[in-house]
């Protein structure tokens, strides 16, 4: 079975500020009755829908992972006992079971075991005349020679998939309408795959395309860009590609269908949505059975909170909006653990329960007593008043099933039509493009036919098929003006009248060299059409593929359009950028390379933006953004030579400063007397810039003017705070007095935060203006934003928050409870731990700190304390300012974002361990979630948690800010881990009523 670790990007703090929860989520109390009448008991059904049991345990179904329909109208479902761990002595025998209701009365009566002996597979796939099979290392296929639904042979297709983690092992069976296989792999499988085409990597999460018929194998979504571990893959009616992630979220993957491991995110891009606790699977809704509002849904299931939602897809530019799901089945019984969805040939849903009160193994042990080996389950749903889709017989589908409205009868007729093009080619062929040069007519047949064809549903199929079957290359002859002419099938396609359908001839097209799509002799302008031109150039390994992909730019793009772009940037860089260095390759504008050499930022771009600014034609907007990538990316000389240079605009002034800032390049000399003439400009915006490069290189002899120019007081505060910044820089403890003297001037408060930020990057001026800070927070009469914020220099500070601390101890008059209860809110909003200055802050506002005592007998009374909570109270004592509970989590779309949403924390959580996570935080604290301070050689801290990053570079996502800071190596002093975030005693302030009643709260939320 699979669990899931959390998405980290949207999950790090909960997992932080209460560790526990990342334990326990999929781990519940065993039932005490496990009847299938006590779980149908407990469901909660929409309106429209009633439910009835399918199979269950009677029949073997005992901890179903994966289930299929075949073409008879048979549910094929897997089993595995294996999971957790095999028992010393034990015999792995999981199996492919095919179970089939021949009365047609809702309910199986037949099962067949088709293969046994398994070990822990984790998917499958019916087609191509066999299953696929996938198994720890291997990608297997079995075949039933004899026709008596045993398999007879086996054959290792593949191997060297990845097997870190049993349940990340290669899963989620699907089939593309390209006739491709789509499966998955989670965190911490590493994959190296032999094929015929060579050796293929997969690192970490991800899934592959695999072509049946040649054995290629392509990896996308490398490493972990859309999910920790990928749990389900659906494509809708013309293609989209949806994930389902390990945690909450819907992604729409397409965008990132571009063989690059390039460090993207594409969850913030492609999310369509979340349910409210971890879930897995996704199928795609159309059947003429289900209410019209389910159609073109995607059906998700819900193992943490026992329930099955649905995703409307609605579309937006080249994707799909963001939109929130509706419940179709959620259940009180903590062992309802849906994991996979398919809509059956009637049109009914068809839910796999893996019933368990324990889903996963992270969170308990491999032993663990409760774990159910005995029970599971398939329900189905059914609509209201509906008749039920019952197809007379599954065996003959064929062309007509293409247009069917039903998609289960159009993805098995397809299948079949791929398998029979296997001996008889020209005949499926043939008929192929008759219904393709129908394409851009309409239906083929009358209404009321029940051979008519709907081409809407059936054309992105039967491009499907001719790809699958090396068909797309056949010609249709037809007449123009009296002369006859050939076109193949997606030339014929490329004015189709349906955009999905264009932007699926681009898609197909395999000639390498596709031309921009044209409509009507226009430039074909569709986002889905642009959007598959960018995923072509990027995967065609061409240079001369990323100038046309680059005119997306042109026109309208979104936020789907620039994901793929950014992505085909850099998987096309091995052959677009020696190319452009040479001068070889022609772009159809300049801004278009200039876009290309910001995105790449590799340190070839310095020859190529060089080059481009020689020329005497670009405008100047674009030859200030060549200017800004020479900035970052150039040599000592050329950036002498840029900054000398009439191109310097503010903008370039900026780019400088920020590659100074991580240790970036200096200019070679003679660079001063340009610098001392910048910071004299009558352009304040550049003045700025200038005032803070000279800073960051620290030009010495310009050290007078900076301290003239932060003493002016006429002088803006955008020009003398960074001003005092670079007096810091360049003086060191000279300017003490300089910057004591600012901030005791009256008036802007801009100009008191500059100075105490000046004056903490100073060794000497730490106590400086901890004692600055301590003066104005004890003499506010009312906490306020901006007093507030001279907090936040001193936690970027190597023994900032220390300085600070003993500052308002030694402070006359005496900090008041309520700026001290501001400032402990502060230091939580900005997810940090900072004990010795919460000690002291607590102190002040009569508050004990740290945790108490743990013991079992303490939890236990807490537990019984919160069953007799009042959770309505709960809340309200949950949005108190001074807990931080909605400064960093979400709950009914209200609160912080730095955490997920808690809407469903109390479902399937344990009492226990959901006391422990909220007075005990270090508990349990699950490896992968701890913050981790950096401290570079400056004396800047920063603390967060470590993403992904390049060689020789340490990305770390701040918990304050959501930036990622990019730290060089050579810069970090100091890294070690600081566990979580969540400070111990946050509670402390509560009566104990309150706390139960919080407790209470936090157990109601179930979603």
Not at 565 to 579: F, G
Not at 585 to 593: D, K, S, T, Y
Not at 663 to 681: D, M, N, T, Y
Not at 951 to 965: F, M, S, Y
Request: glycine share 8%; net charge negative.
């Amino acid at each position: 079975m699979k669990s899931f670790p959390f998405l980290r990007n949207l999950i790090l703090l909960l997992c932080a500020q209460c560790p526990a929860l990342a334990l326990a989520d999929s781990v519940a109390k065993k039932a005490a009755d496990n009847s299938v009448e006590a779980e149908m008991a407990s469901f909660k059904i929409h309106d429209d829908f009633e439910i009835n049991l399918f199979a269950d345990e009677s029949m073997g179904i005992a901890n179903p992972v994966a289930m299929q329909w075949d073409a008879r109208g048979r549910l094929w479902v897997l089993t595995t006992l294996t999971y957790a761990q095999l028992e010393p002595g034990q015999k792995v025998n999981d199996k492919l079971l095919i179970l089939e209701d021949t009365n047609r009365d809702g309910k199986a009566d037949s099962v067949k075991t088709f293969l046994d002996g398994l070990d822990m597979p984790m998917g499958f796939a019916l087609g191509y005349g066999g299953v696929y099979v996938g198994e720890g290392p291997n990608l297997l296929f079995f075949q039933d020679t004899d026709g008596d639904d045993k398999a007879d042979t086996r054959e290792v297709v593949l191997t060297g998939f990845g097997t870190g983690d049993t349940h990340q092992n290669i899963s989620n069976f699907t089939w593309g309408q390209d006739g491709c296989l789509y499966f998955s792999q989670g965190l911490h499988a590493f994959s190296r795959v032999e094929t015929p085409w060579g050796i293929v990597r997969g690192d970490t999460a991800g899934f592959f395309r695999f072509h049946p018929r040649t054995l290629k194998l392509e990896p996308f979504c490398f490493p972990s860009l859309a999910s920790q571990n990928p749990c389900g893959i659906a494509f809708d009616r013309y293609g989209a590609m949806f994930l389902k992630s390990n945690n909450k979220e819907l992604i729409y993957v397409t965008p990132g269908l571009v063989p690059t491991t390039h460090q993207k995110n594409l969850v913030p891009v492609g999310s369509i949505g979340s349910t409210p606790g971890k879930s897995m699977g996704a199928e795609y809704v159309e059947a003429t059975h289900l209410p019209d509002w389910l159609q073109r849904h995607i059906l998700v299931a819900g193992y943490f909170s026992h329930r099955v939602t649905a995703f409307s897809l609605e579309r937006e530019g080249a994707g799909f909006q963001r939109i929130e799901p509706v419940e179709i089945l959620s259940a009180t019984h903590q062992s309802f653990r849906p994991v996979e969805i398919k809509v059956g040939p009637d049109g009914a849903i068809y839910v796999a329960d893996w019933f368990n009160p324990i889903i996963g193994h992270y969170q308990a042990s491999l032993r663990h007593p409760d774990r159910d080996y005995q029970h599971g389950r398939i329900w189905r749903l059914t609509a209201k008043d509906h008749p039920l889709d019952l197809p007379e017989d599954f065996l003959k589908q064929g062309t007509a099933d293409l247009g069917s409205p039903n998609r289960l009868e159009r993805d098995l007729a397809q299948m079949q039509l791929i398998e029979q093009a296997e001996s008889d080619p020209e005949r499926i062929h043939d008929f192929m493009l008759r219904m393709v040069r129908h394409g851009a007519r309409g239906p083929i047949g009358e209404p009321g036919d029940p051979h008519r064809i709907d081409l809407a549903n059936a054309l992105p199929l039967v491009l499907g098929i001719l790809y699958a079957t090396d068909g797309l290359e056949k010609t249709i002859p037809y007449e123009v003006n009296g002369k006859e002419r050939e076109l193949n099938a997606l030339d014929f396609l490329r004015a189709c009248n349906i955009p999905e359908v264009r932007a699926l001839t681009v898609r197909y097209d395999e000639s390498g060299d596709v031309p921009v799509p044209f409509q009507f002799g226009t430039p074909d302008c569709h986002p889905r059409v642009t959007l598959e031109r960018v995923l072509k150039a990027g995967n065609s390994g061409m240079a001369t593929e990323l100038p046309v992909a680059l005119r997306a730019i042109d026109g309208q793009t979104d936020r789907f359009i620039d994901y793929a772009l950014e992505q085909t940037i850099h998987s096309l860089a091995e052959s677009w950028v020696p190319e452009a260095v040479a001068g070889n390759l022609r772009f159809r504008r300049p801004g278009h390379l200039a876009f290309a050499l910001e995105v790449y930022g590799g340190p070839e771009a310095r020859e190529i933006a060089q080059a481009r600014l020689a020329e005497d034609d670009l405008r100047p907007e674009t030859r200030a953004r060549f200017a800004c990538v020479l900035a970052r990316v150039g040599t000592p000389e050329q950036i002498r030579d840029l900054l000398n240079s009439d191109l310097v605009d503010a903008g370039t002034l900026r780019a400088l400063a920020e590659t100074a800032e991580n240790g970036g390049r200096r200019p070679a000399p003679p660079f001063l007397p340009r610098v001392k003439q910048l910071i004299e400009s009558e352009n304040l915006e550049i003045r700025a810039a200038a005032i803070e490069l000279a800073g960051r290189w620290k030009v010495q002899p310009l050290a007078a003017n900076l301290v003239r120019l932060a003493k002016a007081p006429e002088a803006p505060a955008t020009i003398r705070v960074p001003a005092m910044h670079a007096t810091a820089r360049l003086q060191g403890a000279k300017a003490i007095p300089v910057l004591e003297q600012i901030a005791g001037e009256p008036g802007e408060f801009g100009l008191k935060r500059g100075a105490v930020e000046s004056l903490v990057m100073i060794p000497g001026g730490l106590q400086k203006a901890a004692d600055l800070a301590a003066r104005n927070f004890t003499e506010s009469e009312a906490p306020d934003e901006s007093t507030v914020q001279l907090l936040v220099p001193f936690l970027n500070r190597k023994n900032g928050t220390a300085a600070l601390a003993g500052a308002l101890k030694q402070s006359n008059p005496k900090l008041n409870p309520e700026m001290a209860r501001h400032l402990a809110m502060e230091i939580g909003r900005m997810g940090r731990n900072e004990p010795e200055l919460l000690a002291m802050l607590n102190e002040i506002r009569g508050v004990q700190t740290g945790a108490p005592a743990y013991s079992p007998d303490v939890v236990q009374k807490w537990i019984n304390a919160a069953n007799r909570g009042n959770p309505e109270n709960g809340k309200k004592i949950f949005q108190r300012a001074e807990l931080t509970c909605v400064a960093c989590h979400q709950l009914e779309g209200v609160g912080g974002i730095l955490g997920p949403s808690l809407d469903t924390v109390g479902a399937g959580l344990p009492m226990d361990i959901l006391v422990e996570s909220v007075l005990w935080p270090d508990r349990q604290l699950k490896e992968g979630y701890f913050a981790i301070s950096v401290t570079t050689k400056d004396g800047t801290v920063f603390t967060g948690y470590e993403a992904a990053g390049q060689p020789g570079i340490l990305n770390l996502r701040d918990t304050a800010t959501g930036k990622v800071h990019a730290i060089r190596h050579d810069r970090i002093a100091e890294k070690k881990n600081v566990g979580t975030l969540m400070p111990a005693g946050l509670t402390n302030s509560l009566k104990e009523k309150e706390l139960a009643d919080l407790l209470a709260f936090l157990a109601s939320l179930k979603g």
